[in-house]
């Protein structure tokens, strides 16, 4: 058994930003010392200073570490509440909507928002801000390169309007990847943008701590507008949302008190 995890917690923090300790501790130590043993390394010590002296290495750590599982259109039926109730709701009152796509991985989330706005709008309306901590993941998103896999839940006619077929991968048009803006963003320390009217965070929380939750959706309450809507996952419906000043307003849909 490794030790020297909360050394090591404390090392990866000043190097990265990253607070290991806001994660689920079983989980991730779990996650990182299969990392260790796979690397062929016998303790934190020599695995970080490796981490300082190879970037691929590097590289490996953080992209383990964030857990990139992404898929277009996932949760289909959620997506259907979004199109049909959510965003009919939101452009009530106004002609465009202010959209963050947080922990957005490789991109399938943001680019599935432009392809479902262009329903309700023009193409130079749209702006998705979307933002990720891994660097790695958001140059895949910037690429926009898929597998067939990973476009399997998307509604019919999306596929051949929107991408380029490539033998056996699909490269998503220039004009949605135009629609989004990506940047690296740290949900636990860096600043929220404001007035958001959607915020999507999804099947990223479970893996935090309830005190690390808590302070992101006290900070996403406050960056919503006061007609604003936040979209979570499958498994992180908020428990006594109104401690956050939000109520449900569908399943996985909540909305400011």
């Known amino acids: 058994m490794l030790t020297g995890y909360e050394k090591f917690k404390e090392k990866i923090f000043k190097l990265t930003g990253i607070d290991l300790s806001c994660y689920k501790e079983r989980q991730m130590k779990r996650r990182i010392d299969s990392l260790i043993s796979r690397n062929s390394f016998n303790d934190y010590d020599t695995y970080y200073n490796a981490l300082l002296q190879d970037s691929h290495l590097f590289n490996e750590f953080i992209n383990y570490l964030t857990i990139n599982v992404s898929e277009f259109y996932r ?3 959620q997506w259907e509440v979004l199109e049909k109730e959510i965003i009919p709701r939101l452009l009530e009152n106004r002609k465009t909507l202010k959209i963050w796509s947080a922990a957005c991985s490789t991109g399938e989330e943001p680019y ?3 392809m479902l706005m262009t329903k309700f709008m023009k193409l130079e309306n749209i702006s998705i801000y979307a933002t990720d901590i891994d660097d790695d993941a958001i140059n895949k998103a910037k690429m926009g390169v898929y597998n067939e896999k990973s476009l399997a839940n998307l509604p019919d006619g999306f596929v051949s309007k929107f991408f380029i077929k490539n033998l056996n991968t699909y490269k998503i048009k220039d004009e949605i990847k135009k629609c989004v803006e990506y940047r690296k963003h740290n949900l636990l320390m860096d600043k929220y943008p404001e007035n958001c009217d959607l915020i999507i965070c999804r099947n990223v929380l479970i893996y935090f701590t309830e005190e690390a939750k808590n302070n992101i959706y006290t900070r996403f309450s406050k960056a919503l507008s006061s007609n604003g809507i936040l ?4 498994t992180e419906q ?3 949302a109104q401690r956050y000043n939000m109520e449900p307003l569908k399943n996985f ?5």
């Open 253 to 257: 849909f909540y909305k400011l008190i």
């Open 231 to 234: 979209f979570v996952g499958s």
């Open 112 to 114: 599935s928002l432009v």
């Open 75 to 77: 949760n289909p039926a």
């Open 238 to 240: 908020i428990i006594m």
